[in-house]
């Protein structure tokens, strides 16, 4: 078990350039989470894919933002023309569907300067 | 919808002091509750965990017992560490585990232990 991966662990950045951040979740999960945490506050869900399906997305994850899942291991999380509010930690999370414990990855900060 | 609300921060104790971190809830059925932690610059860890209703859950020392009649998850030590400086999270999922996938979190409370 080597835990839920996540890469880069930072990236700073110009307002209207577009980010990626990877995910690999614990091989054998098939449930992985994306979350966004600012300064201060708790994590926030944004969406979750069981396998390589897209099941549901939050209303923070705007049309700017997409997250993919192609082969049901890895996952992106793409933002384009990044805006200074978009600064955050963006978390991934992995569990079993016959599970009871999300495992969280150590997450990516992201900076807009 | 669902809800956590927790101490505000950030506390400060000395070492071998007794902590307590107030969490409450707003659910609708039956929620697990949670306790994650964060340690500087990393992301969380599952501190702990109950799923019904006077459930105690335990780790490291800490416990919390699920009260529904209080709604309350309420982590407690006995006696705190240097090494337990970090932000503490409480959370819920709305119904059974299995069943149900979004975290709900609270704002987190920040913990320093002085020597």
């Known amino acids: 078990d080597t835990g839920v991966s996540q890469n880069p662990r930072h990236k700073i950045t110009k307002r209207g350039q577009n980010v990626t951040f990877r995910c690999d979740p614990i091989?054998?999960?098939?449930?992985l989470y994306w979350y966004r945490q600012t300064l201060g506050q708790g994590p926030e869900f944004l969406t979750y894919f069981q396998n390589e399906a897209q099941l549901e997305k939050s209303r923070l994850l705007s049309d700017r933002f997409s997250a993919e899942r192609p082969k049901g291991s890895f996952s992106t999380l793409e933002i384009q023309r990044t805006e200074q509010g978009d600064s955050a930690m963006y978390l991934c999370?992995?569990?079993?569907?016959?599970?009871?414990?999300?495992?969280f990855g150590e997450g990516s900060w992201l900076t807009v300067v | 919808g669902n809800s956590v609300t927790q101490m505000e921060g950030p506390v400060t104790l000395s070492e071998e002091a007794f902590l307590t971190i107030n969490c409450t809830y707003t659910?609708?059925?039956?929620?697990?509750l949670f306790w994650y932690v964060q340690y500087p610059g990393e992301g969380l860890q599952l501190l702990l965990k109950a799923t019904k209703a006077d459930d105690k859950g335990s780790n490291k020392g800490f416990e919390a017992t699920y009260r529904k009649e209080t709604t309350s998850f309420h982590l407690e030590k006995g006696s705190v560490q240097v090494s337990d400086s970090a932000v503490y999270f409480c959370a819920l999922i709305g119904g059974p585990i299995q069943g149900a996938q979004k975290l709900v979190f609270g704002q987190g409370t920040r913990l320093t232990i002085n020597p």
């Open positions: 659910a609708t059925g039956y929620p697990s």
């Open positions: 999370a992995s569990d079993k569907v016959s599970g009871n414990t999300i495992y």
């Open positions: 091989s054998e999960h098939n449930r």
